[in-house]
Antibody, heavy 116, light 107 residues
Framework: QIQLVQSGPELKKPGESLKISCKAS????????MQWVKQAPGKGLQYMGW????????TYADDFKERFVFSLETSASTAYLQINNLKNEDTATYFC?????????WGQGTLVTVSS | DIQMTQSPASLSASLGETVTIQCQAS??????LAWYQQKPGKSPQLLIY???SLQDGVPSRFSGSGSGTQYSLKISSMQTEDEGVYFC?????????FGSGTKLEIK
């Protein structure tokens, strides 16, 4: 069965960087793009963008073009989300999900807390 | 970007009651719509895709309908396990966009 296992919670200070992992199993990793979604505490779902798992080309939604980097380690069926120069407003749970139009499978989410 | 307007923001329903949640797109999305349920501390779960197709394993009391810019999710007989937050999402154009959510509680 398809599974997405994300790395654990992070507590960071403003200005620091972090890298979240999303390890996929149960399907051929390169068959589906990997998408990322942000959910701030008590808020809705915000689409961040996607990465083409065949070419490695990322596409970012407008709000995520500056400090966010999607990457892959295809041999390990793992996608990464790096956030640079963390800000308080980056405090959220981040989800990965393979697919193109909708999100049938989700990682368990990675809680990122940014606080001085 | 396509804006998704979801209503109501919250509602409460009695056990066995029929519940309907609405979602309006800012332009025609040609049935490119999905519905999700999210429970506290959990990842969202896909319920409906393509406006009316039921995801595998989802109870048949859930159904989706609509076309053009207007879509709805219906729960035909509210159960306790249906409490949660429901989101719509358009899958027609990038960036994909979500509705703001509907919190559903038992009355």
């Amino acid at each position: 069965q398809i599974q997405l296992v994300q790395s654990g919670p992070e507590l960071k200070k403003p200005g620091e960087s972090l890298k979240i992992s999303c390890k996929a199993s149960g399907y051929t990793f390169t068959d589906y793009a990997m998408q990322w979604v942000k959910q701030a505490p008590g808020k809705g779902l915000q689409y961040m963008g996607w990465i083409n798992t065949q070419t490695g080309k990322p596409t970012y939604a407008d709000d995520f073009k500056e400090r966010f980097v999607f990457s892959l380690e295809t041999s390990a069926s793992t996608a990464y989300l790096q956030i640079n120069n963390l800000k308080n407003e980056d405090t959220a749970t981040y989800f990965c999900s393979p697919g193109r139009y909708w999100f049938a499978y989700w990682g368990q989410g990675t809680l990122v807390t940014v606080s001085s | 970007d396509i804006q998704m307007t979801q209503s109501p923001a919250s509602l409460s329903a009695s056990l066995g009651e029929t519940v309907t949640i609405q979602c309006q797109a800012s332009e025609d999305i040609y049935s490119g719509l999905a519905w999700y349920q999210q429970k506290p501390g959990k990842s969202p779960q896909l319920l409906i895709y393509g406006a009316s197709s039921l995801q595998d394993g989802v109870p048949s009391r859930f159904s989706g309908s609509g076309s053009g810019t207007q879509y709805s999710l219906k729960i035909s007989s509210m159960q306790t396990e249906d409490e949660g937050v429901y989101f719509c999402q358009q899958g027609l154009k990038y960036p994909l966009t979500f509705g703001s959510g509907t919190k559903l509680e038992i009355k």
